[in-house]
């Protein structure tokens, strides 16, 4: 007979019916009875299955139904959404961190396990300042664009070796998102840390790569599971293999010395004396921020161009073979990096379109410190405190009213585009919202769109061509990625 007591099971089952009435009560404070509530929940589950299958649509379909502002369950994590409505999101962006907390909301949905409270507490704010100081001036950024563009160019010729070719072999991969994604992974190592770090250890590159995919997985999973199931099957999990790749990145950095091959990071650790642990959490942090949409943006854009006329991508290979010439090793742009850029007007079009349909769905997350009133044109809403806040990208960039009655299609003669004054988006960020605004409006937007704009002018002149392009998916919570693998052919060297 087994004589097992059967307290251990009671005890379990009693803390976890605590834990979940606790949870309960927390979700219930968080919530407003003014704020319109999506329609279609589930129990328990919420709109997490209409989300999953379809995120863009599932929040449109509810901006019909309920009203531009609303509230959205996840499986039991609710959110307030913030649609296309300029007015209710310049209420929202603009609130100090003391009102509404990005570090708090980021933290909340897993990012503190995913990335480390290094990151998420103190990363955010180191960026800024190395972006501030070593790379947002213009004498600064027109150096490092031309550094930049040969890296990437450099990258690409890594992989066209790794994949067996020689000079002038037609060669093909089985998927541009991911040859995009090592050639500027590389590239971002090499310029804005050191080259250095690869040269030890060639497999970084995929061991970052591969963190990321699961970074990117547990994202998506725990946005539709509980709290208490996301812990041990998302979240824990992704937090042991983070510290592994941690203490790797430490080994590295610890033998190379500030010098020649310093990037402007590897400088900020040693000026500022960045403890190592810090250190390698940071580079974590900002691949993961300066490469992955980068490069989803860059394979994007291809994607796109490709599918325009004939006459159009022989223009923007004109212009891709223009910019190359004015970024060759050991020249100077003769009307400065920035103007070079900005003068290939089809390929920053393009780019620019691009972030238009392909923003996120959801992001610009906010905690809520304390309850805060929302004036719209119709009424005045009371976002609790507690509250997480979203802000809908896409479906402003789909409205419209606000785009015109052609607002989902891929239009690179946009009036929006027109007007450039710097490599920074030409029109309103309450309008093209990719790079999010007011408080924690994005500081490498300057830096990414010349990293999509350089690389989409590699690809061109390497002659990539693409055999399939599936459908748009928003399924991650990055930029919108295809519904399945894009293979590409194109020349390992460029012809003479």
Request: aromatic residues 6%; glycine residues 6%; hydrophobic residues 40%.
């Amino acid at each position: 007979m087994d004589k097992t007591s059967p307290l251990p099971v009671v005890a379990l089952c009693a803390g976890a019916s605590v834990g979940i009435w606790l949870w309960w009560r927390k979700q219930k404070a968080a919530s407003s009875a003014d704020i319109p509530v999506a329609e279609g929940g589930l129990p328990l589950l919420g709109h997490a299955l209409q989300y999953q299958e379809d995120p863009t649509a599932c929040i449109r379909r509810q901006e019909l139904l309920v009203g531009k502002i609303f509230s959205l369950n996840l499986a039991g994590r609710r959110m307030v959404v913030i649609g296309s409505d300029s007015d209710a999101m310049k209420q929202v962006t603009m609130q100090p961190p003391t009102v509404l907390s990005a570090q708090r909301a980021v933290a909340e949905i897993g990012f503190e396990y995913l990335l480390g409270s290094t990151n998420v507490y103190k990363g955010t704010t180191f960026h800024k300042r190395v972006l501030k100081e070593e790379i947002a001036p213009k004498a600064k950024l027109e150096a490092m664009l031309p550094t930049l563009f040969q890296a990437l160019s450099a990258g690409l010729d890594e992989e066209s070796r790794l994949m067996g070719g020689t000079s002038e072999a037609f060669l093909s991969h089985p998927d541009a998102f991911v040859l995009v994604r090592r050639c500027i992974l590389r590239a971002s190592l090499d310029v804005l840390v050191s080259p250095g770090l690869l040269r030890r250890d060639p497999s970084l590159l995929t061991a970052l790569m591969s963190f990321q995919d699961s970074v990117e997985d547990a994202t998506a999973k725990s946005a539709v599971l509980p709290r208490f199931l996301s812990l041990p099957l998302c979240l824990w999990p992704m937090a042991l293999s983070r510290k592994r790749l941690s203490r790797r990145l430490r080994r590295l950095m610890e033998g190379i010395t500030e010098g020649t091959e310093s990037g402007p990071w590897l400088r900020a650790f040693h000026s500022e004396k960045t403890s190592p642990e810090d250190a390698a959490d940071f580079v974590i942090g900002l691949v993961f921020a300066a490469h992955k949409n980068p490069a989803i943006g860059a394979a994007q854009s291809l994607c796109f161009l490709r599918s325009l006329d004939e006459a159009t991508q022989r223009t923007a290979l004109a212009e891709a073979k223009k910019l190359e010439a004015a970024m060759a090793p050991g020249g100077k742009p003769s009307n400065g990096a920035e103007e070079e850029l900005l003068s290939a007007t089809t390929l920053r079009r393009c780019v620019l379109e691009t972030m238009r349909l392909t923003a996120h769905t959801l992001g610009a997350l906010r905690y809520a410190r304390e309850s805060i009133e929302i004036q719209t044109k119709s009424s005045r809403l009371t976002i609790p405190q507690g509250a997480t806040i979203a802000i809908a990208h896409n479906s402003t960039h789909t409205d419209t009213s606000v785009w015109g009655a052609d607002a989902s299609e891929f239009r690179l003669e946009r009036p929006e585009w027109v007007q450039n004054g710097d490599l920074a988006s030409p029109v309103d960020a309450y309008k093209l919202t990719t790079f999010s605004q007011g408080v924690h409006k994005c500081p490498g937007e300057k830096f990414s769109l010349a990293v999509m704009e350089m690389m989409l002018c590699i690809l061109l002149v390497r002659d990539s061509q693409l055999l399939q392009i599936p459908k748009l998916s928003f399924e991650r919570a990055t930029l919108a990625q295809r519904q399945g693998r894009v293979p590409v052919t194109l020349r390992s060297k460029v012809q003479t």
